[in-house]
């Protein structure tokens, strides 16, 4: 019975190989498996080294060493001479053992080139297996090592080289730079780390798994944009390995479904969207999908603790629930000393459409509910993160520092002016300039003093301590709510100690929750994601930031910034339309050009009346590291988290 199943099997295996002949011949594509001999060239290859027994992966089987008979196998390596032939015989030979008890024994020998695999012997072997679907096939494998050079195809090789010299897989294909070694991470494991067989073993089930689910998920789609290891580093920035096995077939393939957008924004380097006003959002997001809608919007707020930033999200959700009550209902769901993502399925399991999670630790949180309930609109109050699923939001607050650095410049009498800072994050240090460039404006000898409060120590008493006494420190919860007793906004110290409040920028995220629930309500908000990350930037002219300003500041000081805020609302003042020089003497930015949202939001330099540095990661306290991590201005030179651990 088996001769005849050998046989029927070569048929089968025949009409394979004759319909990719022919379609390659149409295209004007080449029919047989390529020669690696007319591939590889004198001078290429640095080395040859033996890699012994390996089960290569029948998808990077590429082609065969040498190019006699070539003519006998399609480039998919499916047989194209006829049933008679000797060849047929010896292939339906090896069918035939293959489905017997003795099976196909000996492994096939092949030499692999940058990742690819070219058989010298045993091609009648590797064509009966892949007519079976074999997944993989045993074979002693010598590499061909390149010659390193600039191409970025032989770098990516090379990291390759040392990742399998840990992992000993080959399999995953990447195609960007630095992948491996952040595989490496996601999963765990040291840098260094030598896999164990059971990590290799436990590993590559897990990867089949997915694959298969990767697979189901792209039927019926487009060609298929990212590798599957590439699939599988997105998708491990949002659940673990384990998870892999943990999860329903349904549940793996809803989940990698959800991430799609955030997969082929990977692979695309598709950036962001930037809205930067309310007006925008109907006409860009409009180009999405579908809209949604619901009449009565159930809105969940996830608080991480109960300090000043809190309280400034609390603020702009009683305003929320003030103006839209009649529409909308909104529930707190605190995460102090719990897990965000026990929060945001508890807001789920009460009926919440919308969450906004009002912290950027709580992104990954974030990421995991969006990929699990894709009824569920997900919003996080970060700034600029590259992850489709998820929209972000934030405030322009550097529009507020630029004018209350222009009231600092006017109001110092040495030139000298404190700035306190809190993190080295995108977004704070356009506001650091800003500032310097407002303070510049109105004091062209003025000098920012930096110092950074997520670093050991106190820096407003450092700075008071060198005797500078005007100083820009922590901003307002809200507009009705700042504190001057507190030191926070920008202050003068006078001769006996006691503060002078001059100006304060001010939050009030209200506008922006009742810009977003009032669209969910009409039906103008497009719940699907899009092609790019989504990340809402509002400035003054929104609402959402504001600008307070004393009693205590001079009139004429007081007549200017109210001017420079009117100005900016209408669009006639830009912090940034300026010749900037920076710390090093680079000319960032010629007069009269105003720079786009993406040059401000990534600035990662200072202004040369700046006076200070941004500090690196391993400098800053442990609390405020995590925040860093996610959003800092060198986020991407931090190893990411290892399986396991939480932010």
Known sequence: MSRKEAIAQYSTALGEGKNYYKLAVSRGEYPYPPALDYIVHPGDVLDQV???????????????????RISALAGNFMPLLGVETEFAVKWIDLCEAHLSDEGIRDPIQCYEYLGRFYVQEGNKRTS???????????????????????????????????????????????????EYKRLQAELGLESDHVWTEDEKKRFL??????????????????????????????????????DIRSMSTAKLDESLTALLPDIRDYVRRGGLEVVTEETKQKSIVSKLLAPIRDKHVSAAFIYGDEGTWTRSHEHGRQYVQEKLGNIIETRVYRAVGKDPFTCMEEAVSDGAKVIFATAPTMIDASRKIAAMYSGVTVLNCAMSLPYTGVRTYSGRLYECKFITGAIAGAMTEDDRIGYIANFPIYGTIAEINAFALGARMTNPRARVILEWSCLPGNPA???????????????????????????????????????????????????????????????????????????????????????????????????????????????????????????????????????????????????????????????????????????????????????????
Request: hydrophobic fraction near 40%; aromatic fraction near 12%.
């Open 50 to 68: 033996d890699i012994g027994l390996v089960n290569i992966p029948s998808e990077l089987i590429a082609g065969t060493k040498t190019e006699g």
């Open 128 to 178: 009966v297996l892949l007519s079976y679907g074999a997944p993989t096939i045993p074979g002693y494998v010598t590499r061909l090592l390149p010659a390193y050079s600039d191409d970025e195809v032989v770098q990516r090789y090379y990291e390759f080289v040392d990742f399998y010299a840990l992992s000993g897989i080959y399999g995953l294909v990447f195609r960007f730079p630095g």
């Open 205 to 242: 089930s897990a990867f089949s798994f997915f694959k298969s689910s990767y697979a189901r998920v792209w039927k019926n789609r487009e060609k298929e944009e990212a590798t599957p290891a590439e699939a599988l580093l997105v998708w491990l920035s949002v659940f673990t390995l384990t």
């Open 461 to 647: 008493r450092k700075l008071e301590a060198s005797g500078i006494r005007v100083i820009s420190n922590r901003d307002a919860s809200n507009l009705q709510n700042s504190h001057w007793d507190l030191e926070w906004g920008t202050y003068k110290l006078n001769e006996d100690g006691s503060m002078l409040p001059l100006a304060v920028p001010c939050w009030n995220f209200g506008r922006f929750y009742e810009s977003v629930l009032k669209s969910v309500s009409e039906g103008t908000w497009i719940h699907t994601p899009s092609e790019k990350a989504v990340s809402y930037w509002w400035g003054i002219k929104s609402g959402v930031i504001d600008i307070q300003f004393s009693d205590s500041i001079p009139a004429g000081v007081r007549f200017l910034a109210e001017r420079l805020r009117e100005g900016v609302i209408d669009g006639n003042t830009e912090p940034f339309r300026t010749e900037i020089i920076d710390q090093s003497g680079n000319k960032r930015n010629p007069a009269q050009r105003s720079m786009d949202p993406e040059e401000i939001m990534f600035m990662d330099w200072l202004c040369e009346n700046v006076d200070g540095r941004i500090p690196g990661f391993d400098e800053l306290r442990e609390a405020d590291k995590n925040v860093v991590r996610i959003l800092g201005v060198y986020r991407y030179q931090i190893p990411p988290l290892k399986e396991g651990e939480t932010l």
